[in-house]
Nanobody, 127 residues
């Protein structure tokens, strides 16, 4: 059974930083696309960043240059380093993982929903 458990959320002031972690179990970590998504109150869920098995990454324009997705295969852990945080980054952040290998028809990109999901960690940015 695949389990994804996020941690690292919290409350910080604008301009600050947070690092989110996602511990994976029951999953062939490093073999498939993984990503971070977020959902703000009253808004639809949106993709933030994705990372493929070869380490290639994809980011939403709203976070490009501020957020960095990475993974540690030895620790089965996905990370999202978030710098220069803004109030509009306030949301529940979710880790997600794909069940199949990315293809040319469906590459690993931040805007595709994935198969497995964590329960989320809350990020609140104050101005």
């Amino acid at each position: 059974q695949v389990q994804l458990v996020e941690s690292g959320g919290g409350s910080v002031q604008a301009g600050g930083s947070l690092r989110l972690s996602c511990a994976a179990s029951g999953y062939s970590f490093g073999s498939y696309c993984m990503g971070w998504f977020r959902q703000a109150p009253g808004k639809e869920r949106e993709g933030v960043a994705a990372i493929d098995s070869d380490g290639s990454t994809s980011y939403a324009d709203s976070v490009k240059g501020r957020f960095t997705i990475s993974q540690d295969n030895a620790k089965n852990t996905l990370y999202l380093q978030m710098n220069s945080l803004k109030p509009e980054d306030t949301a529940m952040y979710y880790c997600a993982a794909e069940a199949t290998i990315a293809t040319m028809a469906r590459p690993c990109r931040y805007y595709y929903a994935l198969d497995y999901w964590g329960k989320g960690t809350l990020v609140t940015i104050s101005s």
